[in-house]
Nanobody, 121 residues
C-alpha cells in the first residue's frame, strides 16, 4: 500500500487549506485512515482519524472544531480540511492507514510521505 499526500503549502494565519491523501496498491481494505503531524523539534502527533464508512471521526483536542477529516472510498482518498490556521499548526502532515483499526489510535501500519504546511504572519 502506498499513500501519496498532497495539498500542503504556505497559508496566511487564519486561512484554510485542504490536504489529500490517495491510497494505491492493496488499498481496498483500508479501514482506519487518518492524519498525523510533526513540527520541527517535536514528536509526531495524532491529528484526526476516520473509519471506513466515514461515520466515526476522532480529533485531537488542539484541532477539534477547526479541522475536518473526510474520505471518498471510490477514490481511495482521505482529506483533511484545515480552517482557521493557527501559528501552532505548521508542520509536516502525514497521512496514515491501517486495515486493523476502525479508528487509528496507535502507530499505524502505513505512512504517507508527508506534505508541508507553513503559515505566513
Amino acid at each position: 500500500v502506498q499513500l501519496q499526500a498532497s495539498g500542503g503549502g504556505l497559508v496566511q494565519a487564519g486561512g484554510s487549506l485542504r490536504l489529500s491523501c490517495a491510497a494505491s496498491g492493496r488499498a481496498f481494505n483500508m479501514n482506519g485512515m487518518g492524519w498525523f503531524r510533526q513540527a520541527p523539534g517535536k514528536e509526531r502527533e495524532f491529528v484526526a482519524s476516520i473509519n471506513w464508512s466515514g461515520g466515526i471521526t476522532y480529533y485531537a483536542v488542539s484541532v477539534k472544531g477547526r479541522f475536518t477529516i473526510s474520505r471518498d472510498n471510490a477514490k481511495n482518498t482521505v482529506y483533511l480540511q484545515i480552517n482557521s490556521l493557527k501559528p501552532e499548526d505548521p508542520a509536516v502532515y502525514y497521512c496514515a492507514a491501517d486495515p486493523r483499526m476502525e479508528i487509528i489510535t496507535t502507530t499505524p501500519r502505513y505512512w504517507g510521505q508527508g506534505t508541508l504546511v507553513t503559515v505566513s504572519s
